[in-house]
C-alpha cells in the first residue's frame, strides 16, 4: 500500500463506547496530524506529532485521546463521545513538520455518535 | 500566517480552463502559496504551491503577481473529476507551522 491509510472509513459508536481510528503512512514521513472536519466547516487541526512526539494539541477535549507508537502509525482514541464530534476525521503526513511539500492526507473516517 | 481571501464558489465548463483567483494582501516574504483540492468526502489532495515565481505541474498552474498580494490558480483544461473544494493557503516554511484551511472556492465543472 502507498500514501496515507486510515481505518475504518465509517464508525458508527454510541455515546459511552470506547473506539480508536487508526492512521498508517508508506511515505517515510517523520510527522503526522489529526484533523477534524464538521459539516460546512472548515478542517480544523487538532494533534500534530513530529518525530513521534506531540508538538501541538489545538485545546481538542479530552474524550480524545491521540497516541503515536513510531512515525508510521497515528492512533485518535475516542472515549464517551457526545453527537457534536460526528465529522470526518482525517490523517495527514509530512516529511518533517518544515513541510515544503505539503501534507498527504488519508481519505478519512466518517464518525457518527448515536 | 496570513488570511486569503476565496470567492465562495465558481463553474467552469468542461474543457475549459479554470482560473481560480486568491487574494492574500497581508503576504509575508517568508510565506508561500499552497493550494490543495478537496473532493467531496476525501482528504485535501495538495496541488501546487510557490514563493514568487509561477509554477507548473501535471495538475495546475499557479501565477503570482508580482508585488505577491494575489494568485491564480489555473486547471488549464477542467473535467468533471476536477470538480471539488479548492484551498489557498499561505504559509511560512519554518518548523511549527501548520497549514490552516479556510471555506476555499467550491468549483463545479459543468458538462
Known amino acids: 500500500e502507498t500514501g496515507v491509510t486510515q481505518t475504518p472509513r465509517h464508525l458508527v459508536m454510541g455515546m459511552t463506547n470506547k473506539k480508536s481510528l487508526k492512521c498508517e503512512q508508506h511515505?517515510?514521513?517523520?510527522?503526522m496530524y489529526w484533523y477534524k472536519q464538521s459539516a460546512k466547516k472548515p478542517l480544523e487541526l487538532m494533534f500534530v506529532?513530529?518525530?513521534?512526539?506531540?508538538?501541538e494539541n489545538n485545546s481538542v477535549p479530552s474524550r480524545f485521546s491521540p497516541e503515536c507508537p513510531n512515525s508510521s502509525h497515528l492512533f485518535l482514541h475516542l472515549h464517551t463521545l457526545q453527537p457534536e464530534d460526528s465529522a470526518l476525521y482525517l490523517c495527514?503526513?509530512?516529511?518533517?513538520?518544515?513541510?515544503?511539500?505539503?501534507?498527504?492526507f488519508g481519505s478519512g473516517t466518517r464518525l457518527t455518535v448515536v | 500566517d496570513a488570511k486569503t481571501t476565496q470567492p465562495t464558489s465558481m463553474d467552469c465548463a468542461e474543457g475549459r480552463a479554470a482560473n481560480l483567483p486568491c487574494n492574500h494582501s497581508?503576504?509575508?516574504?517568508?510565506?508561500?502559496v499552497y493550494w490543495y483540492r478537496q473532493i467531496h468526502s476525501q482528504g485535501p489532495q495538495y496541488i501546487i504551491h510557490?514563493?514568487?515565481n509561477n509554477e507548473t505541474n501535471e495538475m495546475a498552474s499557479l501565477i503570482i503577481t508580482e508585488d505577491r498580494k494575489s494568485s491564480t490558480l489555473i486547471l488549464p483544461h477542467a473535467t468533471l473529476r476536477d470538480t471539488a473544494v479548492y484551498y489557498c493557503?499561505?504559509?511560512?516554511?519554518?518548523?511549527?507551522?501548520?497549514?490552516?484551511f479556510g471555506t476555499g472556492t467550491s468549483l463545479t465543472v459543468i458538462p
Open positions: 495527514a503526513s509530512s516529511q518533517g513538520a518544515v513541510a515544503n511539500y505539503g501534507y498527504t
Open positions: 511515505l517515510g514521513h517523520n510527522a
Open positions: 506529532y513530529n518525530f513521534k512526539e506531540q508538538t
Open positions: 497581508t503576504i509575508s516574504g517568508n510565506e508561500y
Open positions: 510557490g514563493l514568487k
Open positions: 493557503i499561505v504559509r511560512a516554511s519554518n518548523t511549527g507551522n501548520q497549514f490552516y
